[in-house]
Every structure is written in C-alpha cells, then in structure tokens.
C-alpha cells in the first residue's frame, strides 16, 4: 500500500527541523549502524490515526545569492509540490509574515495542491497571540498554530493533514510479477541497461550525471515469466548532493529500493567499487532485499586472463556483507551477457521466496549443532530447541533458545552458512529473530 507523503514546506529557521523531528520520534536516525551504511535522511516513516505516512524535511530555501531567492523559492516549492499529497506550511510567529512567505504561498495557491498552514513557535497554551491572525492573510485558509519545542497544537494541525490523505487501496501482490530495481551511482549505465533490456530508448541516456530524476516503472515479459523494472535517480554521496532536485532523486531511489523484490547494483567498471557503491548495497542489504552485484561498461576497460576475477574479488572483499550477493559483469551498450541476467533474476527471486518445511529446517540444525557444539560460557552452554519459518521476502527465521547471552554472532553466522549450504538461499539475505523460551523449562 503506497503511504501518503507529507512535505514541509519553509523558509530557513522556521523550526522545520525541529518539528521533523517531533513528528518522526525515534523512528528517524542520521547514522545507522549497520554494515556498508551511513547516510543521512531527508524523509521519515511515521504514522497518525492508524495510518503510516512518508514525511519530507525540504531543508529550507537556501538561495545562492540574493538575486536568485525566487528563483530557488520556486524550485524548492515545486519540489514539495510534485512529490506530496499533501503540503505544511511551515511559518513562524516570531518573525511575523515576510515577504518571503507571501511568494511561497502564492505558488502553492496557484499549485492547486492540499496545503495546511502552521504557524510555529506559539509556545503559550490558551489563546493565540494577535500577531497569530495576520498568517489568514496568505490566503490558504485555515491556520494552525504549533510549537514544536513543546509539541503544542501537532495533534489538531495531524488531523487536519489526515484529511487530505489519499483514500487507502490495498495492492495486489502479483506472485507472477518480479519487480527489480536498477541502482547505483550517477552514470553507472542505469537508463542503458534498461533500454537494452527493453530494446528501444524508453529512458535518456546522458553522460551527465543525474539525467534520470525519477523512479520509471516499465514491464517487461521474458520466458513466459513477468518483471517490472523501475530504473532509478544515481545516487551520489552527499556533498555532490547541490541541488534539491537531487536530493528528491535520492529519494525516489530509496523507495525504490524500499517496492523492490531483486536489486541489480551496478558498478561502473571502470571506476571499480567506490564508497558510495557500499552505501547503496548497505541499503538494499538494510532493506532486505535480493541482490545481484552488475558489473557495467565490460566493453571499456582491458582485459586479461585474470580481470574478471580481480573484478569480481574486489566486489566479494568490498560487500563482505553481503557475501551471498552473486556478482556478474555485462555490457550495457553492447548487450554482452544482458540477457542472461534474467536467469540470475530468476534464481535470486525463487531464494527470496524459498520456504522449507520445519521439519527439514530442523534436521538441518541438529546436524549443524552435532558438526560445532553451541558456545558455553562460565559452564552454562547455549540451547537451540528448535526453528521455524515464519516469512519470505526476505526468508526470516525464529529460533527458540534458552538465553540470548549466549548467541554469539559468530554462530549466527555459522548457522547462516548452514542454511545456505542446504537450500541455497543464493543472493538473498536470511533473517533470524531469536526468542527465549520459557525459563522453568530451563531447569
């Protein structure tokens, strides 16, 4: 189900920031400590009344020079305008209404899009003060006033965005539909690899980085088998990241990622795997998605007896978490062995879906427990009753044992391998959520 998006919409030191943050709690982080991945966010998941939206921190106009504030004022509202159901307005009581504000306000009327306004930083409870009333004048109707230092007045001014949401329809999950995005850095060959698959110019293909701004959705049927392929915005590292149209890009990207079965990471080879690759892998793997390491642009670079290995060595050391990603080299612009990464596809997206039998699943762990004894510790060992199979997409296991102390993740890991080894499981992660059983059972 798609989630509604929220964008907040402001000049600099309105409090936007700050009130980003009330309305994403804890469920927003900068850096997250996870393998391959540390990135700032510009957007969150939340919910209100039961039902879970995508709010969107614009950052604030941030003009280069003075002669261009309307300039950068209309794409830094336009921004918000093409990507949201629905707008806030953010102002602040303290500065009272700006010009500033005025000229966002006329864009946003003229937009025909639902926009709420609120007014910040009314940190008194009771009557608002009279400097409140003069927003009415922006000609968006209704206004709120909001402190987002205290959280006053957030709930009335959430119920009124509420309304504006799109009305809820569940999508039909297509078993028979595979749906693969196509990521990466700027200039990785992205649009071209879509375009040989599709064999016309669906996408532009540019040597400037950043030609494709948006998420494209496009069908494609091989082998009696169905897959949509969504090529994506590159991505780039952050402080590349100048325009707000990109940074809107990136976005895009992440929700990408976020709808799609199978990634096809590419890697430039003549750049070979860069810092800002393992960002983008560390998000699919974060996301727990399927994945396949493309090596792009095979035709450029010279070759020898050992240059697909080297190639394929330094993607293996360089996505060491992800290991159970298969790695493949192609040329995009020639067409060498394109076609045959619908098989890749194909395999990776049966291992998405596998699921076995608990009682297989079972042997296979008491095999593994009997091959390496479970670690002790001070003369008290690690007990694994037993697993079952809860999920797929990606295959998500609990196991049930005496103490959590105990599960080291070298075993995890071990058991990880166990798994692979008897199923496959090629070039998707596997989840494990690990649960204490009943400590009387202990005894």
């Given at each position: 189900m798609a989630k509604p998006i929220v964008a907040i919409v402001g000049r600099p030191n309105v409090g936007k920031s700050a009130f980003f943050n009330f309305i994403a709690g804890q469920r927003i982080s900068i850096v997250e400590d996870t393998p391959g991945v540390t990135r700032d966010r510009i957007y969150a998941t939340t919910d209100w009344r039961g039902r879970e939206f995508t709010i969107i921190d614009t950052g604030g106009i941030e003009p280069n020079s003075t002669d261009e504030i309307l300039q950068q004022m209309h794409v830094q509202a336009q921004i918000a305008i093409d990507t949201a159901d629905v707008i806030i307005f953010l102002v602040n009581i303290k500065d009272g209404m700006t010009a500033a504000d005025k000229d966002v306000a006329d864009i946003l009327y003229r937009s025909g899009k639902n926009v709420v306004v609120a007014v910040n930083k009314v940190d008194q409870v009771g009557e608002p003060p009279n400097d409140f009333y003069e927003f009415y004048n922006?000609?968006?109707?209704?206004?709120?006033?909001?402190?987002?230092?205290?959280?006053?007045?957030?709930?009335?001014?959430?119920?009124?965005?509420?309304?504006?949401?799109?009305?809820?329809?569940?999508?039909?999950?297509?078993?028979?539909?595979?749906?693969?995005?196509?990521?990466?850095?700027?200039?990785?060959?992205?649009?071209?690899?879509?375009?040989?698959?599709?064999?016309?110019?669906?996408?532009?293909?540019?040597?400037?980085?950043?030609?494709?701004?948006?998420?494209?959705?496009?069908?494609?049927?091989?082998?009696?088998?169905?897959?949509?392929?969504?090529?994506?915005?590159?991505?780039?590292?952050?402080?590349?990241?100048?325009?707000?149209?990109?940074?809107?890009?990136?976005?895009?990207?992440?929700t990408a990622v976020e709808r799609a079965d199978v990634c096809l990471l590419l890697i430039d080879a003549i750049d070979g795997v860069t810092e800002q690759d393992t960002k983008i892998a560390g998000y699919a793997h974060e996301q727990g998605k399927a994945i396949i390491t493309v090596i792009n642009k095979w035709d450029l670079i010279e070759k020898d007896n050992s240059t697909y290995k080297k190639l394929t060595e330094e993607a293996k050391n360089k996505f060491m978490f992800m290991s159970y990603a298969p790695v493949t080299a192609i040329s995009a612009k020639t067409g060498q062995r394109v076609e045959e990464l619908f098989a890749l596809i194909n395999e990776v997206y049966d291992s998405y879906t596998k699921r076995v039998s608990t009682g297989t699943l079972n042997d296979v762990l008491n095999d593994a427990l009997a091959m390496v004894q479970p670690p002790t510790h001070k003369g008290r060992s690690l007990k694994i009753y037993y697993m079952t199979q809860v999920s797929v997409k990606p295959p998500t296991f609990v196991l049930f044992i005496n103490t959590k102390k105990l599960f080291h993740f070298s075993y995890e890991r071990y058991l990880f391998n166990q798994l692979r080894e008897a199923f496959g499981f090629v070039g998707t992660p596997i989840r494990f959520i690990v649960k204490e059983k009943d400590k009387e059972k202990e005894r």
């Open positions: 922006l000609g968006l109707g209704e206004i709120y006033p909001i402190s987002s230092l205290h959280g006053l007045g957030i709930g009335n001014l959430l119920d009124e965005v509420y309304k504006y949401f799109p009305e809820q329809v569940e999508e039909i999950e297509d078993e028979n539909i595979i749906k693969v995005a196509i990521i990466g850095k700027p200039n990785s060959g992205k649009s071209s690899l879509l375009n040989k698959i599709l064999g016309e110019d669906r996408v532009i293909v540019s040597d400037v980085p950043g030609t494709t701004r948006d998420a494209i959705d496009t069908q494609v049927t091989r082998n009696d088998r169905n897959y949509i392929f969504i090529d994506t915005a590159g991505v780039r590292k952050k402080s590349k990241v100048y325009s707000s149209i990109e940074k809107y890009s990136v976005l895009r990207s992440w």
